[in-house]
């Protein structure tokens, strides 16, 4: 069965803390992304990566920053957590572009609350 | 005003009743998914659909690319089709997302 896995359900940091979510694929999927959830806004792309060592931003990338070492692995960083990043954080997988999508995959998210 | 635009954002039915979730979008796209997501995070592909309509089990969604619109239609709805049902449209490597509609099935 494929996968998405996020490593931690639910997390509570402290503000200023670097915190690192992170994010496993088995599917060979070219394609990651982070999004996060806010109630009554949905799902807002942070930043995806669309192969090793590549990323790019999406509509809110500020205070947020990635890492795609690996081809299975993508990871994101807040720089110094903020109380305004208390969301849900998902990730997702995808083939190459021009597949309309296929195979678009979530994990199952983190819940991240900053005090 | 959002690129994808969802409606209701809440609905609450009594099991056995016929319920339907729109969803309309105003840029152009490749594909749009039906997303379906449970209490505690998790979200699962309903449907993938680019034209006409799909069905599987007791859901079933349509599109009209002319009037970029598309809805999902849950039959003889459960207590257990409780959710938020999400709706994205895809255009090469960019998805969109709609808000949410929050379905609560009573028993």
């Known amino acids: 069965d494929v996968k998405v896995t996020q490593s931690s359900r639910y997390l509570v940091k402290r503000t200023g803390e670097k915190v690192f979510l992170e994010c496993v694929q088995d599917?060979?999927?070219?394609?990651m992304f982070w999004y996060r959830q806010d109630p009554g806004l949905g799902l807002r792309l942070i930043y995806f990566?669309?192969?090793?060592?590549?990323?790019e931003k999406g509509d809110i990338p500020e205070g947020y920053s990635v890492s795609r070492e690996k081809k299975e692995r993508f990871s994101l960083i807040l720089e110094s957590a903020s109380t305004n990043q208390t969301s849900m954080y998902l990730c997702?997988?995808?083939?190459?572009?021009?597949?309309?999508?296929?195979?678009?995959?979530f994990g199952s998210g983190t819940r991240l609350t900053v005090v | 005003k959002n690129e994808v635009e969802q409606s209701p954002q809440n609905l609450t039915a009594q099991e056995g009743e016929f319920i339907t979730i729109n969803c309309s979008y105003s840029?152009?796209?490749?594909?749009l998914h039906w997303l379906q997501q449970h209490p505690g995070g998790g979200i699962v592909s309903l449907f993938m659909?680019?034209?006409g309509k799909k069905k599987h089990g007791r859901l079933i969604a349509t599109i009209n690319i002319q009037e970029k619109h598309s809805s999902l239609h849950i039959t003889a709805s459960h207590p257990r089709d409780s959710a938020v049902y999400i709706c994205?449209?895809?255009?090469?490597?960019?998805?969109?997302f709609g808000a949410g509609t929050r379905l609560t099935v009573k028993p």
């Open positions: 997702a997988s995808s083939l190459l572009s021009g597949t309309g999508g296929y195979g678009y995959t």
């Open positions: 599917m060979d999927h070219e394609n």
């Open positions: 990566s669309y192969d090793v060592k590549m990323k």
């Open positions: 840029v152009g796209i490749s594909a």
């Open positions: 659909l680019s034209s």
């Open positions: 994205a449209v895809h255009n090469n490597n960019d998805m969109r």
